[in-house]
């Protein structure tokens, strides 16, 4: 999982997947997580954890390299796996922050279809919905982030 979400990442990240695992263990051992309701629900929570490590440390990459001259990704939410910059990173946190004030559970859906990794079926069964709303959920997050990302 640590390593498909880094392949999403632009070239050359300076976060492997060993390290990723062992800051999102870490984070895991110290948080007071309820009862695992299930591998679903571990991965939901691995999901919204990873999404914090990942933004952390572009925030921190950023800070160090502000203007470091790289040409901007485009970004495609349709699909995941384009490669994509710190910058669009933090840019599609910023949007995933302003989804979820318009629309909570498409926000969420996003976030463990995006960082996560997970199918439909998963998120269907970890946020107690049907399938088909995933689906549409899903379809109303990419459109609203495209609107909002598109003049980025």
């Known amino acids: 999982m640590a390593a498909r979400l880094l392949a999403k990442d632009r070239p050359g990240h300076t976060l492997q997947p060993t390290a990723l695992i062992h800051e999102l263990y870490l984070r895991l051992a110290v948080s007071q997580t309820p009862d695992w309701g299930g591998r679903t629900h571990f991965f939901a929570v691995a999901a919204a954890t990873l999404r914090r490590v990942l933004i952390d440390h572009a925030r921190a990459h950023r ?38 004030q318009a629309d909570p559970r498409a926000a969420r859906v996003t976030e463990l279809r995006f960082f996560g990794g997970l199918e439909e079926k998963e998120i269907a069964q970890e946020l107690g919905i049907a399938e088909i709303t995933v689906k549409r959920d899903w379809k109303f997050a990419r459109a609203w982030l495209a609107a909002h990302l ?3």
């Open 63 to 100: 800070t160090r390299k502000r203007g470091s001259g790289e040409a901007p990704v485009p970004l495609e939410l349709a699909e995941a796996g384009t490669p994509c910059s710190y910058d669009d990173l933090l840019a599609i946190d910023e949007a995933l922050e302003l989804l979820e």
């Open 150 to 152: 598109g003049n980025e």
